[in-house]
Structure formats: C-alpha cells, structure tokens
Nanobody, 119 residues
Framework: QVQLVESGGGSVQAGGSLRLSCTAS????????MGWFRQAPGKEGELVAS????????TYTDSAKGRFTISRENTNNTADLQMDRLKPEDTAVYYC????????????WGQGTQVTVFS
C-alpha cells in the first residue's frame, strides 16, 4: 500500500511563491506517473501538472504553464510542485496522486493541502 502526504500549503499574496511537496511511503511510488490536482470550491477538480516515472515527460494545465514546475525524486519518494507568480484563482486544495504502473488512472491520493492566494 502507498500513502501520500502533502505539505507546503499556506497563504500567500498574489505574485508570491509556494512549494508543495508530496512524500510517499511504499514501493509503488517508483512505478507510475505522478500528478498534482486541485479542487477549488464550486469548481471541478483539475489536473494541474503531471510527471512521468523518469521525469522526462511533464504536462501542465494551460493556467499553470510558465508559472508552475513539477519535479520528482524517486530515490527519496518525493514529488514537488513549485508554484510562482501565484494568482487568487490558484486558491484551492491541492492533492498529489500516483498511478500504479502503466495504469491510466490515479490510484493513490494524498489528503490535500490548502493553498490560499490573496490579492
């Protein structure tokens, strides 16, 4: 079983930065694609960024491109989301999630961390 724990959320003024970290326990961390999702009140959840097992393939939602950077370190079972030039519309609960091997769905989820951006 894999457990994911997010950290690094908080409140920041617009234009500021936050770095979210996801720490995993269990062997499955080094087997699948990792993603960061967010859920804002009254909105559908969205995949903000994802990164392949080897770190060579990344994806970003349009609103995150150029501002967010996803990375992972398999030896430490960690995955980070560096968020720069934050905007109030980035306010949400952020979740890290992990696919199991070649599965196309995210099987393991963290408990979420709140990010609040105020203007």
């Amino acid at each position: 079983q894999v457990q994911l724990v997010e950290s690094g959320g908080g409140s920041v003024q617009a234009g500021g930065s936050l770095r979210l970290s996801c720490t995993a326990s269990g062997r499955a961390f080094s087997s699948g694609r990792m993603g960061w999702f967010r859920q804002a009140p009254g909105k559908e959840g969205e995949l903000v960024a994802s990164i392949s097992l080897n770190g060579l393939s990344t994806t970003y939602t349009d609103s995150a491109k150029g501002r967010f950077t996803i990375s992972r370190e398999n030896t430490n079972n960690t995955a980070d989301l560096q968020m720069d030039r934050l905007k109030p519309e980035d306010t949400a609960v952020y979740y890290c999630a992990l696919r199991d091997g070649d599965s196309q769905s995210y099987k393991y989820w963290g408990q979420g961390t709140q990010v609040t951006v105020f203007s």
